[in-house]
């Protein structure tokens, strides 16, 4: 039993550490109003899009408004924990569900049951080093589309 207690410790050490890392390494903060980036973004159309998102404590708060060419606007919005769980997701009129959570720095935004023509999509938010860009990876996922990268500048 004796050599037992310091086996553990040899052990366990190496886990303190790892989780002591993960703990210093908190996820970047998403909070601004954010525009995109039409010439560097790979989206069909032409649409203005901002995202407006607070991010406080692990609750994000997001709205999108997108300008259509013919100035109408459509605006979606959700408020959601990050961990995994279900929220409502008011898509410009349609209700849907997101979970949100973190893998390392990126936001992962995964939408699911919206209307029957809708599909699942998951979105892949990434801050760059500056803190000035966000970008996001969109991956159609059911039904399969080609994936879409946007790119938005920081404007708040």
Same mark, same amino acid.
């Given at each position: 039993?004796?050599?037992?207690?310091?086996?553990?410790?040899?052990?366990?050490?190496?886990?303190?550490?790892?989780?002591?890392?993960?703990?210093?390494?908190?996820?970047?903060?998403?909070?601004?109003? /954010?525009?995109? &980036?039409?010439?560097?973004?790979?989206?069909?159309?032409?649409?203005?899009?901002?995202?407006?998102?607070?991010?406080?404590?692990?609750?994000?708060?997001?709205?999108?408004?997108?300008?259509?060419?013919?100035?109408?606007?459509?605006?979606?919005?959700?408020?959601?924990?990050?961990?995994?769980?279900?929220?409502?997701? &008011?898509? !410009?009129?349609?209700?849907?569900?997101?979970?949100? /959570?973190? &893998?390392?720095?990126?936001?992962?935004?995964?939408?699911?049951?919206?209307?029957?023509?809708?599909?699942?999509?998951?979105?892949?938010?990434?801050?760059?080093?500056? !803190?000035?860009?966000?970008?996001?990876?969109?991956?159609?996922?059911?039904?399969? &589309?080609?994936?879409?990268?946007?790119?938005?500048?920081?404007?708040?």
């Amino acid at each position: 039993m004796r050599g037992f207690i310091p086996a553990l410790a040899v052990l366990a050490a190496p886990l303190l550490v790892s989780v002591a890392v993960c703990a210093d390494s908190a996820p970047p903060n998403y909070s601004g109003t /954010w525009q995109l &980036d039409t010439a560097q973004s790979h989206l069909p159309g032409e649409e203005a899009i901002t995202y407006t998102i607070q991010d406080a404590s692990g609750q994000i708060n997001f709205t999108r408004i997108v300008r259509e060419k013919d100035g109408k606007e459509i605006t979606s919005q959700f408020s959601c924990k990050t961990g995994g769980s279900q929220c409502e997701f &008011d898509e !410009g009129g349609h209700k849907a569900k997101v979970s949100l /959570w973190y &893998d390392g720095p990126a936001l992962v935004i995964l939408k699911t049951d919206g209307p029957k023509e809708d599909s699942v999509t998951q979105w892949r938010l990434m801050i760059n080093s500056g !803190g000035k860009t966000l970008n996001v990876d969109l991956e159609h996922i059911d039904p399969s &589309d080609k994936p879409e990268k946007l790119v938005f500048d920081k404007k708040i």
